[in-house]
């Protein structure tokens, strides 16, 4: 695979961190590729090839993605983009305020022209029940001492699913740690691994609990001037029903993806002592999470 990639961007891959799927390389600082683990097959958390087909299918439509150069088998290559992902409450980092705000509402702008888009031969919507129900098995497959006071939240969301609204394409993990930025604009949303077809409001509120770093008490940094909720929604567009519910939702999702973090930690599986840290956040996510339900 090495030599085919040499051989196809003429320079030698040097592997890079980043992403959740696969493996990155950089190649003469021009291009950006993702590959499959050697002895692996291009499927669940390993089809980088799925990435590449929505970033492609991107390349002509108002939402700034890097543009895709090469597909093989195994591995697909894309230009690299000038730009910093910066997660301003969660990161330690420069950038002045007004930059982090103008990054977010630039973001959700572009959250925005996203939605909007139309593609051919998408895979079929994942509704709100369903989102539910993945997430209610992550955190059910984590101990219950790391998620205190998760029945009664899960018992409201189940009790108040909403209605879906029309399905649109999801990015899944949209917020400005995968964004590149340069100065307050957006110049690519980046790492498509578990992009769907869904409920809008899933991903707007997943940006939402990015703004406040009381959301993350212990992993965070206060940030003056971050763009409260009501503005990111005004920047949306026009109000969205039953947001609370989604809301809440995130903020479960957060901490099934935390709490079965720190369980592969506490277990030896993928040695990382910051998730350590993480207890008092994944609390705040649940009582929060139970407090906006009401």
């Known amino acids: 695979m090495i030599n085919r990639i040499r051989d196809r961007l003429g320079g030698v891959p040097v592997p890079l961190p980043g992403g959740h799927s696969g493996l990155t390389y950089s190649v003469n600082g021009r291009y950006v590729v993702k590959a499959v683990p050697p002895g692996q097959k291009p499927i669940g958390r390993n089809d980088v090839l799925r990435q590449a087909r929505i970033l492609t299918a991107l390349q002509d439509k108002d939402v700034p993605v890097p543009a895709v150069v090469a597909v093989d088998e195994q591995w697909f290559a894309m230009e690299l983009v000038t730009g910093d992902a910066i997660e301003p409450v969660t990161d330690d980092h420069e950038l002045t305020p007004a930059t982090a705000r103008a990054r977010m509402l630039d973001l959700v702008a572009v959250l925005r022209r996203l939605h909007e888009v139309d593609l051919p031969d998408l895979p079929a919507p994942t509704g709100a029940r369903a989102e539910l129900d993945r997430w209610t098995r992550t955190l059910h497959a984590v101990p219950s001492e790391l998620h205190p006071g998760s029945g009664e939240l899960l018992k409201r969301l189940t009790e108040s699913v909403p209605l879906d609204l029309p399905p649109v394409l999801l990015h899944g993990d949209f917020r400005l740690g995968n964004a ?115």
């Open 180 to 294: 590149l930025c340069v100065d307050d604009r957006v110049t690519a949303v980046i790492d498509w691994e578990i992009w769907s077809v869904g409920d809008p409001r899933v991903d707007l509120a997943w940006l939402l609990l990015f703004r406040d770093d009381t959301n993350f008490p212990g992993v965070s940094r206060p940030v003056a001037g971050l763009p409260s909720e009501a503005e990111l929604l005004a920047g949306y567009g026009p109000p969205l029903p039953d947001m609370d519910w989604f809301r809440a939702l995130g903020r479960m999702k957060m901490a099934a993806i935390m709490g079965h973090n720190l369980r592969r930690h506490r277990e030896g599986r993928h040695h990382d002592p910051h998730q350590e840290l993480l207890p008092p956040t994944i609390a705040a996510m649940i009582r929060t999470a139970t407090e906006i339900l009401g």
